[in-house]
């Protein structure tokens, strides 16, 4: 099964700010990369995917991420924190074609206004 | 569309019984999984199906059971509940079409053991 890091399980940043959130994964063969966000009592919202083609990929709510392949790093940014973006972020992969996701443990990101 | 649907929200188990979280979905996606996630853990895989009467283990699937007999459906089933299985539980579905693999969660059920 691939491995997932999440370096920091807390992340607080100013409104404003920038958000960087890391992700390494263990594979040699580049896997599909998934950042995924849990609001409070809710399931987990898609932000944005990389499986083929450009290695920059932008999702909803501004966010974005790089496919670094000499890394293994997928690392997701924010240029400017909102209130909003206070909630928990997932990375997650799978092996090429499979559905089968692990998951890393998860940030928690705090905005203060 | 609804998209993925667990029942219940929340549940108080006592030690040793037994019961059904619910999962459907109405997207007509062929794969399904069930997750729990517990704090500091991140999500955790039990049981997976591509497709209607095909299940197959995932990374956590001890005291857990799972039949898939129509696309929509994918219960997963307490044996014998045990302490270790207080989690929060998720259900998601995917298709492949047109390179997907997005997985489409439902809202959780939150299960507590006594």
């Known amino acids: 099964a691939q491995s997932v890091t999440q370096l920091g399980s807390h992340v607080s940043v100013s409104e404003g700010a920038l958000v960087l959130l890391r992700c390494n994964y263990s594979?040699?063969?580049?896997?599909?990369l998934f950042w995924y966000v849990q609001y409070p009592n809710q399931g987990l919202q898609l932000l944005l995917k990389y499986t083929t083609g450009a290695t920059l990929v932008k999702g909803i709510n501004g966010f974005e991420a790089e496919f670094k392949k000499s890394e293994t790093s997928f690392h997701l940014t924010k240029p400017s924190a909102h209130m909003s973006d206070a909630a928990e972020y997932f990375c997650?992969?799978?092996?090429?074609?499979?559905?089968?996701?692990?998951f890393g443990a998860g940030t928690t990101v705090t905005v203060r206004a | 569309n609804a998209g993925v649907t667990q029942t219940p929200k929340f549940q108080v188990l006592k030690t040793g019984q037994s019961m059904t979280l619910q999962c459907a979905q109405d997207?007509?996606?062929?794969?399904m999984s069930w997750y729990r996630q517990d704090p500091g853990m991140g999500l955790r895989l039990i049981h997976y199906?591509?497709?209607?009467?095909?299940?197959d283990q995932g990374e956590v699937p001890n005291g857990y059971n799972v039949s898939r007999s129509t696309t929509e459906d994918f219960p997963l089933r307490l044996l014998s509940a045990a302490p270790s299985q207080t989690s929060v539980y998720f259900c998601?579905?995917?298709?492949?079409?047109?390179?997907?693999?997005?997985?489409?969660f439902g809202p959780g059920t939150r299960l507590t053991v006594t």
């Open positions: 998601a579905s995917s298709y492949s079409g047109q390179g997907s693999y997005e997985q489409y």
């Open positions: 997650a992969v799978s092996d090429q074609g499979d559905y089968k996701l692990s």
């Open positions: 997207m007509n996606h062929e794969y």
């Open positions: 594979s040699s063969v580049p896997p599909y």
């Open positions: 199906s591509v497709g209607a009467g095909i299940t």
